[in-house]
């Protein structure tokens, strides 16, 4: 049981910190700036379509036949962590986009960096705000993935678990004793917790890419319109994809394997941060050691976009 309450435990952490940051008070000129991104990203329409359109694909996978001989939950698992994945991309590119880019063009930026704010802080706290707001998208999301996922099992009266069968077994034993009306509830609450940790590697490293992707879109903003800024963004997200299957299908092609390498240089592999396939098997050890050497291969990309922002906006003439 204690994945259980770790994982329950993290989830009250992440969306009370959220909550704070949107209606409590901050010290500190970055967290000013990422507060005031944050609260006007999850104000914006576009959060809330993307999200409600996210969670109706959701629920509507739920009842779509899939053919697959009996794995349609598999098949479920995998397009619902796309789910996360696209609408946090979409929210962060766009956002980053217009945001920055409407506060250079119309002069807002000069107002703010005339005080004593320097131009890292902007940058940073535009980013950190931008990428939070991305963060309680995928938080619900992941809530709500694991509530469709135990949806599915009791609608369909399938034979899978929820989760691996030690945690299963241990949240049937916890809610045994209790009494039916206490126990029915709470029991589908701990299988949605379960759930979501044999999930939580999906998650996490879909955030990894967004955080990659987020930064781009900031340093980018800088220096280019929304319309462009989108195009490198997503022309980048797709190469990245791309790289991973060139190194693994360039066999013996001096063309192919060239290309592989350089993109797999320039590039971050992002298809290394793709485990849905490994997770919808049910396979849901995906080793915490890989995680981090995802993450941190995520971070060094990070902060390179992020570095390589601050020199384009160093030279960016507000006047």
């Known amino acids: 049981m204690t994945p259980v309450f770790v994982t329950l435990a993290t989830l009250v952490l ?24 944050y609260r006007e990203s999850i104000r914006q329409p ?81 980013f950190l705000g931008i990428l939070l707001s991305a963060l309680l998208m995928a938080v619900v999301l992941t809530i709500f993935l694991g509530f469709t996922i135990n949806f599915k099992i009791n609608y369909e009266g399938l034979d899978d678990l929820a989760g691996p069968r030690y945690l299963v077994e241990a949240v049937q034993e916890f809610t045994r004793r209790l009494p039916l009306v206490v126990m029915s509830p709470l029991e589908y609450f701990l299988m949605i917790l379960v759930s979501i940790h044999a999930m939580a590697a999906g998650p996490i490293l879909i955030f990894c890419q967004v955080t990659i992707l987020t930064a781009l879109a900031v340093a980018l903003a800088t220096r280019l319109p929304l319309v ?51 997770l919808a098997q049910g396979i849901s050890d995906v080793p915490w050691t890989y995680v981090g050497h995802a993450w941190l291969h995520g971070l060094i990309y990070t902060a390179m976009a992020l570095i390589f922002g601050l020199v384009l906006f160093e030279d960016r003439d507000l006047a």
Do not use: H
């Open 46 to 126: 576009l959060f809330w379509v993307l999200l409600i359109a996210s969670m109706f694909f959701m629920f509507l996978a739920v009842f779509i036949p899939y053919f697959t001989l009996g794995e349609d939950l598999k098949m479920m698992k995998d397009l619902q962590l796309d789910a996360i994945l696209l609408p946090c991309l979409i929210l962060t590119i766009v956002t980053a986009a217009l945001s920055i880019a409407e506060e250079i063009e119309g002069r807002t930026a000069i107002t703010l960096l005339s005080k004593p704010v320097a131009r890292w802080q902007f940058i940073s706290g535009k």
């Open 14 to 37: 992440i969306i009370g910190s959220l909550i704070y940051l949107a209606v409590g008070p901050v010290s500190g000129k970055t967290m000013a700036i990422a507060q005031a991104a």
């Open 228 to 278: 462009l800024n989108l195009v490198v963004c997503f022309g980048f997200f797709f190469a990245g994809r791309i790289t991973t299957v060139l190194e693994t299908q360039a066999g013996g092609d001096r063309l192919v394997t060239f290309f592989a390498q350089v993109f797999g240089f320039a590039l971050p592999s992002l298809g290394y941060y793709d485990v849905g396939q490994t």
